[in-house]
């Protein structure tokens, strides 16, 4: 994606990103388009949690994302606090074809802000924007409150069946709840690729100087650029508890 | 992979390290020095170093070859009532006394002076050695200790009957391409054995096909809770699977009542057998020609996956807060991996049929490279270092005091390899997880990195994104107890690249992966071989060679990896056990032979005979003798 090679060298920072999200909401998938410009249909789900890079050109500086990619199962919720510990971004995903995940990321939400650092930035997002019907979800959905009938549309959903509008999430409730809680929001699909981009550079902006640090605040080397002198909040991977294993 | 050992089990034999590590260096080549203190069956069992063939019983004297297929019965043990430990073939009754007779003959006459066949072994019990090899058999490797009284039945070469080939086989040459006679309803039900089932419709109206799809499946893994809740099962949702799990319930209260846990039963043509683990009861239906205790180990390879994902304590703390607890939820994410186990099973794995490893062969100074760059590199929090390369290890470094279980670590492989989950994710992964092997009540984390061969040092972001596992792919895997270790552990995974990068070990690696498991050929030029199995069992490691030409096919294969399973099977049933045993079919000729050192079966063309056949065989031991320190990883990197 966002990769032209710039004609001289611009300052560099890399921001430490999580996405967090019900299992099968497109979390990964998101990051697939986002890194690979790339899509899988019936992606297997994540197990534990991956780990990738991917730089994001803006006109004044780059950012390099680094990104973890949680696998939102139930027993995983635990480790959670380790991926976002120190995240200056988190990107938090439901799928707009079933409410309950968008219960599930306002807990999320809510999480993250009684937990991670204070000035993390936060993105809402309804993924798989591609199964709702062309303006559903402007004009509100007639099917609001179909709340049941949501868990059993998922997976049958084929998509460009005659149409059929999946939207079980109106766009203006979600974009209400961001609104009030000061979160970015996007509706993307990682399927078509439409506004992933968008929501990477959305961050990148919205990341304050200050927060900034140089290439890898976090383990180790430094391949790029002048380290920038900022408050590092974050004490490096040395910090956080090591108790926990049963070994 | 009968894993119910526990990391309890690796304390008390670390001290030996030390000593049993000589014995250990060098184990199959003292043939003269050992072997006689344990050969049970003394006079029999002279020790010679001379190349003799093993063992053979005489030739089946009948003429209705074409009578091709073994039977297949899961019963076959108890058949025989006259055969124990002795070798057995596919022959008539008559034909086995007469065996017998002979053997017993030859063994009053000629028995001191007859040579012998099986190498030496650094220690009786094979057990002793485990703690030097890094990975451990759990299972005391089949109690084969050292009876040797089947050896018994050798044929001097001049004894040798008439070839197979007089007696009428003109099918032959039509067959010559494959090994096995045509059956194409089981290609048929093969191909489409791992296709999803349909689902019913809401009015019920393909009710009907859909479940004769399902019986359809040769086989079938359903895992339920002890209060008959379903919590797993290869084929069909719930809806579909009610049915055989209401049977399999009652049938399971009905024997616990009676203080006697089921274990297998035959409904028309298809074997159940039950396995009961605490909370859980394990089925599989086959109508594959697999033995019960072969279906068992794979329901406890199933289950590990289980206590892999949730640890046995937490496990059980879910059941004891309520007996109707719906384990699914927990598991969530488990299911592929648990398909993935299966399916391997249903293709065939040699891997978990002889439960041990495979690895990558290397020259010896080679791997030792590789090994020293683990060493070296190796991090704080480190436990276990691999690196493997297409389910192939390559190098382990890993403390003194624990080896790697062969269940833990093909838990480990059927995650990367076989599942497409960590593989088609591009990027490092972190996954927490539970080596029920080493310890069943704790987790560890697991650091994941696969290799651009090309560009190791750049992270691989973007993976073929082929699932056929194009074979060429090789991870970094890094574990530690400690769950912030991730940093840690890429920058150790940094270090360790760029230095093997230097060495020249990824070149080297590289162009091992690319070779490939050699051919029959390759391994005994001009032998008449058309695949073997060979297995280390101080090692707990196999090797073999590639599955193509002849095998390449998936129902080939699973026909093969029936007959492997046949063979092992005889090699192993209690207490009918025996050591050596053939199988004669129209068009191909097998063998399998256990030692106090290695198993070994092997296949050829239904032309061969039996003296060729144990002659290949023979070579076959040889070339993994004289190739031991490559094919196997021997102690490994130890800190
Ligand atoms: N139609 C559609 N399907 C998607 C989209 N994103 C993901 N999926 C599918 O949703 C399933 C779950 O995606 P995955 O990325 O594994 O979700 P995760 O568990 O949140 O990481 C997969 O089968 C994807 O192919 C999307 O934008 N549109
Ligand atoms: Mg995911």
């Known amino acids: 994606m966002a990769d032209s090679a710039p004609a001289q060298p611009k300052p560099s920072s890399s921001v430490k990103l999580v996405l967090l999200g019900e299992a099968a909401v497109g979390k990964s998938s998101l990051v697939m388009r986002f890194v690979n410009n790339d899509f899988q249909e019936n992606k297997e789900p994540t197990i534990g949690a991956a780990f990738l890079t991917q730089k994001c050109n803006l006109p004044t500086r780059t950012i390099k994302f680094e990104i973890w990619d949680t696998a939102g199962q139930e027993r995983f919720a635990s480790l959670a606090p380790m991926y976002y510990r120190n995240a200056q971004a988190a990107l938090v995903v439901y799928d707009i074809t079933k409410p309950s995940s968008l219960t599930k990321a306002q807990h999320w939400v809510a999480e993250l802000q009684r937990q991670a650092s204070p000035g993390i930035v936060i993105a809402l997002v309804g993924n798989k924007s591609d199964l709702a019907a062309v303006n559903g979800g402007a004009s509100g959905g007639d099917s609001s409150d179909d709340v049941d009938a949501a868990p059993a549309a998922e997976g049958e959903t084929n998509e460009e069946e005659d149409g059929a509008d999946a939207r079980r999430v109106p766009t203006k409730t979600a974009k209400a709840y961001a609104d009030e809680e000061n979160l970015l929001f996007f509706e993307t699909s990682a399927k078509t690729g439409t506004n992933v981009a968008e929501v990477f550079t959305a961050i990148a902006n919205a990341i304050p100087e200050t927060s900034l640090k140089g290439p890898r605040g976090v383990g180790g080397q430094t391949n790029l650029g002048r380290q920038e002198e900022r408050v590092n909040l974050v004490g490096g991977r040395t910090e956080g508890p090591k108790e926990g294993c049963a070994c | ?639």
């Open chain 2, 1 to 639: 992979m009968a894993g119910t050992g526990d990391a309890d089990a690796s304390g008390p034999r670390a001290e030996r390290d030390e000593v049993e590590q000589l014995d250990f260096a060098n184990p199959t080549i003292n043939v003269t020095q050992s072997g006689s203190r344990s050969a049970s069956v003394s006079g029999v069992s002279t020790i010679s170093t001379e190349e003799t063939p093993p063992p053979l019983p005489p030739r089946p004297k009948r003429s209705d070859l074409l009578d091709s297929r073994p039977s297949t019965s899961h019963s076959t043990a108890p058949a025989r009532p006259r055969l124990v430990s002795k070798a057995t073939t596919q022959l008539s009754y008559t034909d086995t006394q007469q065996y017998h007779q002979d053997s017993k003959d030859d063994s009053l006459s000629s028995g001191t002076s007859r040579p012998k066949r099986f190498f030496g072994f650094a220690s009786r019990n094979v057990s002793d050695t485990d703690d030097t090899a890094s990975v451990r058999s759990v299972a005391p490797t089949l109690g084969a200790g050292g009876d040797m009284e089947s050896i018994m039945g050798d044929l001097m070469p001049g004894q040798e009957k008439p070839p197979l080939n007089i007696l009428g086989h003109v099918v032959q040459d039509q067959e010559a391409e494959s090994l096995f006679l045509p059956d194409p309803d089981f290609d048929e039900a093969f191909i489409r054995e791992f296709d999803d089932i349909d689902d019913i419709d809401a009015d019920g109206s393909n009710q009907e096909s859909v479940m004769l799809e399902w019986r359809s499946k040769l086989k079938h893994f359903l895992i339920l809770s002890s209060a008959g809740k379903p919590i797993y099962s290869r084929h069909g949702d719930d809806q579909l699977i009610t049915n055989s799990i209401g049977l399999v319930q009652t049938l399971i209260s009905f024997y616990q009542g009676a203080s006697d846990t089921l274990k297998g039963f035959t409904a028309g043509d298809s074997r159940f057998v039950v396995m009961s683990k605490g909370p859980l009861n394990l089925v599989a239906i086959s109508r594959l020609s697999e033995s019960d205790a072969q279906l068992k180990s794979q329901l406890d390879a199933l289950y590990m996956q289980i206590l892999s994902t949730l640890t046995l304590p937490s496990m059980e703390r879910m059941f004891a807060a309520r007996a109707s607890y719906d384990l699914r939820r927990p598991l969530e994410g488990t299911e592929t991996l648990l398909s993935a186990l299966a399916d391997g099973f249903t293709r065939g794995s040699p891997s978990t049929l002889l439960s041990a490893l495979e690895c990558l062969k290397l020259r010896k100074t080679h791997r030792q490279v590789v090994n020293n760059t683990l060493l070296k590199t190796r991090s704080e929090s480190l436990l276990y270092g691999l690196i493997v390369a297409s389910g192939k290890l390559v190098s382990v470094v890993r403390p003194k005091k624990h080896s790697l279980h062969p269940g833990d670590l093909h838990l480990i492989f059927n995650m990367l390899f076989e599942a497409g989950s960590v593989k088609a994710g591009g990027g490092e992964n972190w996954i927490p997880l539970c080596l029920p092997g080493f310890n069943n009540t704790g987790f560890l984390y697991m650091y994941v990195s696969f290799l651009d061969l090309k560009h190791p040092t750049e992270q691989m972001q973007e993976r073929p994104s082929s699932k056929d596992g194009s074979g060429d792919e090789v991870a970094i895997l890094l574990i530690s107890a400690n769950k912030e270790g991730f940093f840690e552990l890429r920058d150790m995974r940094d270090e360790l690249v760029s230095q093997l990068q230097k060495n020249g070990s990824i070149d080297v690696i590289g162009h091992a992966v690319r070779l490939g498991r050699p051919s029959c050929t390759d391994v005994v030029p001009g032998s008449p071989l058309r695949h073997f199995l060979y297995k280390s069992r101080g090692n707990v490691q196999f090797c073999m060679p590639k599955f193509r030409p002849y095998f390449g096919g998936g129902a080939e294969r699973r026909r093969l990896m029936d007959l492997y399973g046949r063979l092992h099977a005889r090699l192993h049933n209690k207490p009918t056990s025996v050591n050596i045993c053939h199988e004669t079919a129209t068009t191909n000729i097998s063998l399998a032979w256990a030692t106090p050192l290695f198993e070994l079966y092997c296949v050829a063309p239904g032309t061969t005979s039996r003296a060729a056949l144990a002659q290949a065989a023979n070579k076959v031991v040889q070339w993994v003798r004289r190739e031991e320190e490559r094919v196997f990883i021997i102690g490994g990197a130890v800190f």
